[in-house]
Structure formats: structure tokens, C-alpha cells
């Protein structure tokens, strides 16, 4: 028996005084300290379990009671909540009684033979019933442990999973009001898209009818004064007198002012532009040019025809090569421009390039206003506005590329019509 600290308090239920006996001398022997509740009688045995619960260590219990045999005592009290461990005591032969108690819930037992050599067995088999309930105990401590810790995993996974219902259903309707939010922008985007280029379309037509009314108006008004003094100067010229000379000066004048009229008519809208075309206003907006800045050479590459530029790009193009060469102009010191004008898998490509000092374009495009004109931000707008690209790469010293992209639709392959 194992050595413990306090006596195993043990009950022994048998109506035999010399087998009492025999039990406490062969514990004594055994060197196990006990201290022994000996009841004849089964009802005894009862009550003092139900008046002393929990006090027992074990129980040991003789078959053949008087009143009551040991198995329907254990029957009776066997539903306990701290039951200590029982062992059968039963008579040689008997060995049929002690396995229909080992399969109603005792932990073991022992045959009392004639000879008494069972007394010496006592011992160990009281130390295996104490150790197999204790590994019982032990057993159902941690089976009810892992019962509530699983309860408790189960009721923080509810809880949890309750929560991330919660954070779900919240997720999901920031979700639908950032969608919604999200077709909000993208309509506002579309219209303000419409919006600026119905404004660009009516700054266009606005330039396009100021350009022909400077032409047709202004210019027709200064061309017929000046014809009108040409021929008071031709007959004042039978008799010549100091006015001649006052009114040559006014022809030159007017001359000069019909000459400004028709580059303020050009520079707002090209009458070319409309009349023949893109490539056209391209070629005569760069002679003009170079007669305007003899020290800027241009070299053109116009790879398109025009038919084959879209009427809609057309404006856009003109308008990003006319401020892209103003601006080298002003800005740049440039001895060469190469211009580049071409169509490549259903996109319109232009590109200005010059030798010029360059800048930093993300310094520039980050200013609140462009560089003139229409400006840096005038010429991402328009290209933008077309779903088209717009880069510009430039490096201080090496000069400037200004490259614009603009889809256009493919060209028809149907020839039936």
C-alpha cells in the first residue's frame, strides 16, 4: 500500500466478528495505516455513508449480509456523487457473484478461501482498487475539464462568430455605401468629362467665329480703306502735294494692321484648319514659325493621311503642337524641333520634340498654373478629355519630348458600300 500522510479511512461491511478481526490484522501486517468503521448490517452501512459523504476512502463489503447481500447494497448507493471505490469480499467458489459485481461498478475483489490466503492479497488488491479509482477520478476530472473547456471554446466561437456577423454585416454596408458612393464619383466624373468638353467645344466654336469675324469683318473693313486711299492716292498723284506722303503712311499702316488682324484671326482658330485639313494647318503653322523664330529649325514626319485622323483629334492635336511649340519658343532655347505625326494599331501618335535646356516636368505640372496658354495642364486636360495619354519626359539639359496617344476608331474593311 502506498504510504500517505493521513489513515485510509476505510468501512468494512461484514457480519463475520472473525473476519473483522482477520481484516485489521492482515492491514496491520501490511503496514497500512487505516482507520476501520466495521458495520454487520448493509442498512448501517448506508446510513453512515449518507451522514458521513465524502469521509470514506474505501468501502469494502462482504457479499452474504444478513437483510440485505452486498451487491443490492451497491445497487442502492452506487448513484452517489462522491462514492468512494468498493470491493467485493465473497466466498470460495462464489466467483460468478464477483464478476456480475465487477460489471455493476465495483473496482475488484477477493475470494475468501478456507485456508485464509486471501488476507495476504487484501492488501494489494485494496491498493489496486485505490489506484484504478483514483486514475477513474483523475479520468473524470479532466473529461469534465475538457467538457467545460470546450463549452467555454464553444461559447467564445458563438460569441466570436457573432462578432464577425456583426463586423460582416457592418463591412458589408460600408462596402455598398462606398459603391454607391463610388457610382456617385464616376457619374460626377462623366459629367464634369461632358461638361469640359462641351466647354472646349464652344471655346472652339467661340475662337472659331471671333477668327472669322476679325477675317471677314475687320479685315474686309481695313482692306477696302485701304483700297479706297490706294485710289485717292493714285489720282492725288496728277498733283502731287505734302498729303501724298501723309496718306502712303496710312496705306502702310492699314497694311500692316490687316497683316495683325489675320494672325490674331489664325492664332485663335486657322481657317486651315477647317478648310484643309490637319496636315495642312500643320505645314503652314510651322513656316509660319520658322519666319517667326529663323534661329529654330523643324523637321516634320507627318506618317498619316488625313483621312485617316478622326475630326474630333484633329482640334486636339493642333491644339497641344500649337502650345507645345509656344512654349519652346519661350521657354526652351531650342535650335531643333522634330515633329511626329502618325497612326499605329487604331491610335493616333504625335510627338514634339526639341534640343532645348528641358525642366522638371513633375515640378511644373504640380504648379497651380500652367506655362502660358493653354499650359501644361491645358494639354493633359485636352488629350485626357479625347481617353487619350499624355507624357512628357524632359530632363534639365537634354531637352523635352511632349507625346500625346488618341484612340480612334479602326478603319471599315467592309467594301460593299
Same mark, same amino acid.
Given at each position: 500500500?502506498? *504510504?500517505?500522510?493521513?489513515?485510509?479511512?476505510?468501512?468494512?461491511?461484514?457480519?463475520?466478528?472473525?473476519?473483522?478481526?482477520?481484516?485489521?490484522?492482515?492491514?496491520?501486517?501490511?503496514?497500512?495505516?487505516?482507520?476501520?468503521?466495521?458495520?454487520?448490517?448493509?442498512?448501517?452501512?448506508?446510513?453512515?455513508?449518507?451522514?458521513?459523504?465524502?469521509?470514506?476512502?474505501?468501502?469494502?463489503?462482504?457479499?452474504?449480509?444478513?437483510?440485505?447481500?452486498?451487491?443490492?447494497?451497491?445497487?442502492?448507493?452506487?448513484?452517489?456523487?462522491?462514492?468512494?471505490?468498493?470491493?467485493?469480499?465473497?466466498?470460495?467458489?462464489?466467483?460468478?457473484?464477483?464478476?456480475?459485481?465487477?460489471?455493476?461498478?465495483?473496482?475488484?475483489?477477493?475470494?475468501?478461501?478456507?485456508?485464509?490466503?486471501?488476507?495476504?492479497?487484501?492488501?494489494?488488491?485494496?491498493?489496486?482498487?485505490?489506484?484504478?479509482?483514483?486514475?477513474?477520478?483523475?479520468?473524470? *476530472? !479532466?473529461?469534465?475539464?475538457?467538457?467545460?473547456?470546450?463549452?467555454?471554446?464553444?461559447?467564445?466561437?458563438?460569441?466570436?462568430?457573432?462578432?464577425?456577423?456583426?463586423?460582416?454585416?457592418?463591412?458589408?454596408?460600408?462596402?455598398?455605401?462606398?459603391?454607391q458612393t463610388?457610382?456617385?464619383?464616376?457619374?460626377?466624373?462623366?459629367?464634369?468629362?461632358?461638361?469640359?468638353?462641351?466647354?472646349?467645344?464652344?471655346?472652339?466654336?467661340?475662337? *472659331?467665329?471671333? !477668327?472669322?469675324?476679325?477675317? %471677314?469683318?475687320?479685315?474686309?473693313?481695313?482692306?477696302?480703306?485701304?483700297?479706297?486711299?490706294?485710289? *485717292?492716292?493714285?489720282?492725288?498723284?496728277?498733283?502731287?502735294?505734302?498729303?501724298?506722303?501723309?496718306?502712303?503712311?496710312?496705306?502702310?499702316?492699314?497694311?500692316?494692321?490687316?497683316?495683325?488682324?489675320?494672325?490674331?484671326?489664325?492664332?485663335?482658330?486657322?481657317?486651315?484648319?477647317?478648310?484643309?485639313?490637319?496636315l495642312a494647318?500643320?505645314?503652314?503653322?510651322?513656316?509660319?514659325?520658322?519666319?517667326?523664330?529663323?534661329?529654330?529649325?523643324?523637321?516634320?514626319?507627318?506618317?498619316?493621311?488625313?483621312?485617316?485622323?478622326?475630326e474630333m483629334?484633329?482640334?486636339?492635336?493642333?491644339?497641344?503642337?500649337?502650345?507645345?511649340?509656344?512654349?519652346?519658343?519661350?521657354?526652351?532655347?531650342?535650335?531643333?524641333?522634330?515633329?511626329?505625326?502618325?497612326?499605329?494599331?487604331?491610335?493616333?501618335?504625335?510627338?514634339?520634340?526639341?534640343?532645348?535646356?528641358?525642366?522638371?516636368?513633375?515640378?511644373?505640372?504640380?504648379?497651380?498654373?500652367?506655362?502660358?496658354?493653354?499650359?501644361?495642364?491645358?494639354?493633359?486636360?485636352?488629350?485626357?478629355?479625347? %481617353?487619350?495619354?499624355?507624357?512628357?519626359?524632359?530632363?534639365?539639359?537634354?531637352? +523635352? +519630348?511632349?507625346?500625346?496617344?488618341?484612340?480612334?476608331?479602326?478603319?471599315?474593311?467592309?467594301?460593299?458600300?
Open positions: 500500500m502506498p *504510504k500517505v500522510t493521513n489513515p485510509l479511512q476505510i468501512l468494512l461491511v461484514e457480519d463475520n466478528e472473525h473476519d473483522c478481526i482477520a481484516f485489521e490484522r492482515a492491514m496491520h501486517r501490511a503496514s497500512v495505516d487505516c482507520d476501520l468503521e466495521v458495520c454487520e448490517r448493509a442498512e448501517e452501512a448506508e446510513n453512515l455513508l449518507n451522514r458521513a459523504d465524502g469521509v470514506f476512502d474505501l468501502v469494502v463489503v462482504d457479499f452474504d449480509l444478513p437483510g440485505m447481500n452486498g451487491l443490492d447494497f451497491f445497487r442502492r448507493v452506487r448513484k452517489r456523487k462522491n462514492l468512494p471505490p468498493f470491493v467485493m469480499l465473497t466466498g470460495a467458489g462464489s466467483e460468478n457473484i464477483a464478476v456480475e459485481a465487477m460489471l455493476e461498478g465495483f473496482y475488484d475483489y477477493v475470494v475468501k478461501d478456507s485456508h485464509m490466503g486471501y488476507l495476504n492479497l487484501l492488501p494489494v488488491v485494496l491498493d489496486r482498487a485505490l489506484k484504478r479509482h483514483g486514475q477513474d477520478r483523475a479520468r473524470r *476530472k !479532466a473529461k469534465a475539464e475538457l467538457k467545460q473547456a470546450k463549452d467555454e471554446l464553444e461559447l467564445k466561437v458563438k460569441e466570436r462568430t457573432a462578432e464577425l456577423a456583426m463586423m460582416i454585416q457592418a463591412l458589408e454596408k460600408e462596402i455598398e455605401e462606398h459603391r463610388e457610382v456617385a464619383l464616376r457619374h460626377s466624373r462623366n459629367r464634369l468629362r461632358e461638361l469640359s468638353r462641351k466647354i472646349l467645344d464652344a471655346q472652339e466654336n467661340e475662337r *472659331k467665329f471671333v !477668327a472669322q469675324e476679325i477675317h %471677314d469683318s475687320i479685315g474686309g473693313s481695313l482692306a477696302a480703306i485701304k483700297f479706297a486711299l490706294e485710289e *485717292k492716292l493714285e489720282s492725288m498723284a496728277k498733283n502731287p502735294s505734302p498729303e501724298v506722303i501723309s496718306i502712303e503712311k496710312i496705306i502702310s499702316q492699314v497694311d500692316e494692321t490687316i497683316q495683325e488682324s489675320r494672325r490674331i484671326s489664325a492664332r485663335l482658330r486657322p481657317s486651315l484648319l477647317d478648310d484643309l485639313g490637319l494647318t500643320l505645314s503652314w503653322f510651322c513656316r509660319e514659325f520658322e519666319n517667326l523664330h529663323q534661329n529654330i529649325q523643324i523637321e516634320q514626319q507627318l506618317e498619316v493621311a488625313e483621312d485617316e485622323i478622326p483629334l484633329k482640334v486636339v492635336v493642333y491644339r497641344v503642337m500649337q502650345e507645345a511649340m509656344n512654349n519652346v519658343a519661350k521657354h526652351s532655347d531650342a535650335r531643333r524641333i522634330r515633329m511626329h505625326l502618325a497612326k499605329i494599331d487604331n491610335r493616333i501618335e504625335f510627338s514634339v520634340i526639341d534640343n532645348g535646356r528641358g525642366f522638371d516636368p513633375e515640378e511644373k505640372l504640380s504648379e497651380h498654373a500652367g506655362i502660358g496658354g493653354l499650359g501644361l495642364h491645358g494639354m493633359r486636360d485636352r488629350t485626357l478629355l479625347s %481617353d487619350g495619354k499624355f507624357e512628357i519626359v524632359s530632363k534639365k539639359g537634354k531637352g +523635352t +519630348t511632349v507625346h500625346i496617344s488618341l484612340p480612334c476608331p479602326a478603319e471599315s474593311t467592309d467594301d460593299s458600300e
